[in-house]
């Protein structure tokens, strides 16, 4: 099978392409917009250099779908936060480039990453199944473009022309060569990765409950619903619920109870005062999300979690304790000299085009 991957070199990028080399017989094609070295697990792979935020890039995506079975739509900004305008050309545009793209080439299967961020906010702890509403978490960024990358997969599947469309919508997706990415995406570059390692004291709403899956459990899934030509939506993830006491746990911190509103108020004050990356709509989502009911997976994927939440969030945590990184642009070690020599080069993060 020839399979296309867009943001082949990310977090579920790399873990994709480890278990797709593990099944062998694939041919699979990389696209991407900063190339990785070609060392596993980016090795036997024909790379594609496209921006999808770009329209001028458009042919060049035609051209490295061409001949493709299947198509597995990764590729996902989640910084610099204070230019949604690029992020939302990035991750709604993009969507909307790569099914025009698919369509161009002929592309029978699309899969498509989405996120349980694009679920409509929780009543209760109660499980959702993939029927729950996808209208997305109105104050989060990250979520309205999920959401809003789901309504062209509708109006897609309501053309009822185009390609088989599988959805798999994943909680949060770790792993231990994650670990520099994430700190990049949520603490400022100066601030060593070291001082996770020391945390006395854990400040969060004893009420967060989120799921979360292992980067490989996830490329499992992805793979059997390239394998099975899966259509319709998936929840993925493992139990049990990650909670605010896990967190503090993994961290080996003292957790104390602070309501949510004042989580959110001091990562509001903190991301307009530019001191820190993370937006007050992360936090909103993190209370927001509902749980996931993942039957459908595994009844009709036969997929399973390897590895429990708690495990993935041990890992992830550990990741980014230990500096935890791969060897493509997007999972590269994080270093507080190499933040400031970035940051003498391109300026801020808040004004970048890419971060």
């Not at 409950?209 to 899934?221: F, G, K, R």
């Not at 059997?224 to 961290?251: H, K, M, Q, W, Y």
């Not at 390897?306 to 999972?331: F, H, I, N, P, Y």
């Amino acid at each position: 099978m020839r399979i296309a991957v867009t943001g082949a070199s990310g977090n579920v990028g790399s873990a994709l392409l480890r278990r797709l080399a593990e099944r062998g017989g694939h041919d699979v094609v990389g696209v991407v917009r900063r190339r990785p070295l070609e060392v596993d697990p980016f090795a036997a792979v024909e790379w594609h250099t496209v921006d999808l935020s770009r329209g001028r890039d458009e042919p060049a995506l035609v051209a490295a779908f061409a001949g493709a079975d299947a198509v597995v739509h990764l590729a996902w900004g989640f910084q610099p936060t204070h230019r949604e305008d690029y992020l939302a050309e990035l991750g709604v545009g993009g969507t909307r480039r790569v099914i025009e793209a698919a369509l161009a080439a002929g592309v029978p299967h699309l899969v498509h990453m989405s996120s349980v961020g694009a679920y409509s906010p929780k009543q209760d702890d109660v499980p959702v199944d993939e029927s729950w509403p996808t209208h997305g978490v109105p104050t989060s960024m990250y979520s309205r473009h999920k959401a809003e990358a789901e309504r062209l997969l509708d109006r897609l599947e309501s053309d009822g022309a185009g390609p088989v469309i599988t959805r798999l919508r994943p909680g949060i997706v770790g792993q231990s060569s994650a670990g520099s990415a994430l700190l990049r995406y949520g603490l400022p570059g100066i601030v060593p990765r070291s001082l996770l390692s020391h945390v006395p004291v854990l400040p969060l709403d004893r009420g967060l409950a989120i799921p979360m899956v292992h980067a490989d459990d996830l490329a499992e899934a992805t793979v059997l619903a390239l394998e099975s030509v899966a259509p319709g939506a998936f929840n993925v993830a493992a139990a049990p619920t990650v909670t605010a006491d896990d967190i503090a746990r993994a961290l080996d911190a003292r957790m104390v109870h602070v309501p949510a509103a004042a989580v959110r108020a001091a990562v509001s004050m903190s991301w307009h005062a530019r001191l820190q990356p993370l937006d007050a709509g992360w936090i909103d989502l993190a209370y927001a999300v509902p749980l996931m009911d993942t039957s459908r997976a595994t009844s009709e994927l036969g997929w399973s979690a390897a590895k429990d939440a708690t495990q993935v969030l041990t890992e992830t945590v550990r990741g980014m304790q230990d500096g935890g990184s791969d060897l493509s642009e997007v999972l590269r070690p994080r270093t507080v000299a190499g933040a400031i020599r970035r940051f003498l080069r391109d300026g801020p993060v808040s004004r970048r085009r890419h971060a």
